[in-house]
C-alpha cells in the first residue's frame, strides 16, 4: 500500500481513546503522601509520563487488538502497560547516555541527579508490573510477553553500552542491526504487534514478529538519521548520537569504508567523554561522515526494512477479522517507518 491512499487513522484521532490511555496509564500512579517527600517521590513518577510523547507502542498495540477482532479497550492495560515500560526505560537510559533533553525538557537525571532519578527508574518498573498483575482478567500470555519484551531489551542495551564502554569503533553493520532488533525492535513493534492478540487470547501470527523486527528496525535506523538532520524537527538534541558516541548503521558504514586517515580522525574526535567532546568535533565528523555518504546508505536500509516489513505485515492481516483497524495500522507503520520528525 502507498501512504498517499490510506484513510485517516480514525483510533488514533479519537479523543476518546487517547482520553482513556491516559487515564489508565495515569491511574496506577500516586498522587499524595503525607510525607512530604514522599509526595515529591509521587511528582518524579509522574514526570515522564506526563510529558506526554506521541505514544506510538499503545497505539500499535491498540489497533492490533481491534484488528484482531476485539475491542480496542481489551487491549487498554496492555497499551498502558507499555508506556510505563518506555517511560522507566528512557529514565535510565538518559542517565546511561548522559543526555540533556527529553521531550524538550531537561532529562530527570539533569533536574534531580544521578541517583534520585535511578530510584524512580525502578519505581516506574514497578508499577508497569502492579497494573498489568491488578487487571485479573489479562491472560498469562500478556505477562509472558512483557517479561521477554524486558529481557530482549535489556540484551541490546547491554550491547550499545558495552561498545562505548569497551571503546569499540570496529561494531559490524550486522552487528549493529542484531543490537537494534533486541534494544528498539522488540518492545516498539513486535511486541506491541503481539500484545494486542495476545490481550483477547487470541495466538499472534508468526509474520507478526518478523514484521515488526523489520519495521523497528527500520525506525531506529530512521531516528538515528533524523538525529544527524538539522534541518528536520525531531524533539531531541541535534546530533545528540555523536555527543554520545553512539555505535549507529552510519558510523558502522562510515568506519567500513572511509580511508585510514579519515578513520584515526574519526576515532581521536569519538574517543573522549561526552563532556570533553566539541562542537568542533561534532561538526568535523558530520562532515566525514557526509563525505562517505553514510547517511544515505542508512537511510536506503532504513526504506529497505520498511518494504519488507510492511509486506509481511500485510501478509499477516490479510483476511484480519477489522479490516478497517488493520488498514489504519499498517498506515501508522508506514508512516512511523518513514517519519520525517
Not at 23 to 30: A, I
Not at 58 to 86: C, D, R, V
Not at 153 to 180: I, K
Request: hydrophobic fraction near 45%.
Amino acid at each position: 500500500m502507498s501512504g498517499a491512499g490510506r484513510p485517516k487513522f480514525d483510533l488514533l484521532e479519537d479523543g476518546m481513546v487517547e482520553e482513556a490511555l491516559s487515564e489508565r496509564l495515569l491511574s496506577v500512579l500516586p498522587r499524595e503522601h503525607p510525607v512530604a517527600e514522599l509526595s515529591r517521590y509521587y511528582d518524579l513518577l509522574r514526570d515522564y509520563p506526563e510529558r506526554g510523547g506521541k505514544r506510538l507502542r499503545a497505539k500499535i498495540t491498540l489497533l492490533s487488538t481491534q484488528a484482531h477482532g476485539g475491542p480496542w479497550q481489551a487491549g487498554l492495560t496492555a497499551a498502558a502497560a507499555i508506556e510505563l515500560f518506555q517511560n522507566w526505560v528512557l529514565v535510565h537510559d538518559d542517565i546511561e547516555d548522559d543526555s540533556d533533553e527529553r521531550r524538550g525538557r531537561p532529562t530527570l537525571h539533569r533536574r534531580v541527579g544521578v541517583p534520585l532519578a535511578i530510584n524512580v527508574g525502578d519505581g516506574l518498573h514497578a508499577y508497569m508490573w502492579q497494573l498489568l498483575l491488578d487487571d485479573e482478567t489479562l491472560p498469562r500470555q500478556v505477562l509472558d510477553e512483557f517479561l521477554w519484551l524486558v529481557h530482549r531489551t535489556a540484551e541490546g542495551q547491554h550491547c550499545d553500552l558495552a561498545w562505548v564502554a569497551a571503546g569499540r569503533f570496529d561494531v559490524s553493520e550486522a552487528e549493529y542491526l542484531e543490537m537494534v532488533r533486541l534494544k528498539t525492535a522488540c518492545y516498539t513493534v513486535v511486541s506491541p504487534l503481539r500484545l494486542g492478540a495476545l490481550s483477547l487470547g487470541v495466538e499472534p501470527a508468526p509474520e507478526l514478529s518478523a514484521a515488526g523486527e523489520a519495521l523497528g528496525v527500520a525506525f531506529q535506523i530512521r531516528d538515528d538519521v533524523l538525529n544527524l538532520s538539522p534541518d528536520l524537527p525531531h524533539g531531541k538534541e541535534f546530533a545528540g548520537d555523536l555527543f554520545e558516541g553512539k555505535r549507529t548503521l552510519i558510523l558502522a558504514h562510515f568506519f567500513a569504508h572511509a580511508s585510514s586517515a579519515a578513520r584515526q580522525e574519526a576515532i581521536s574526535r569519538l574517543a573522549a567523554a561526552r563532556d570533553g567532546r566539541t562542537q568542533e568535533d561534532v561538526e568535523a565528523l558530520l562532515r566525514l561522515i557526509s563525505r562517505e555518504g553514510s547517511l544515505a546508505y542508512a537511510q536506503g536500509v532504513a526504506e529497505s526494512r520498511a518494504r519488507y516489513g510492511l509486506s509481511l505485515l500485510e501478509e499477516a492481516f490479510a483476511s484480519a477479522p477489522d479490516p478497517r483497524a488493520a488498514r489504519e495500522l499498517v498506515g501508522l507503520l508506514d508512516s512511523l517507518a518513514s517519519r520525517t520528525s
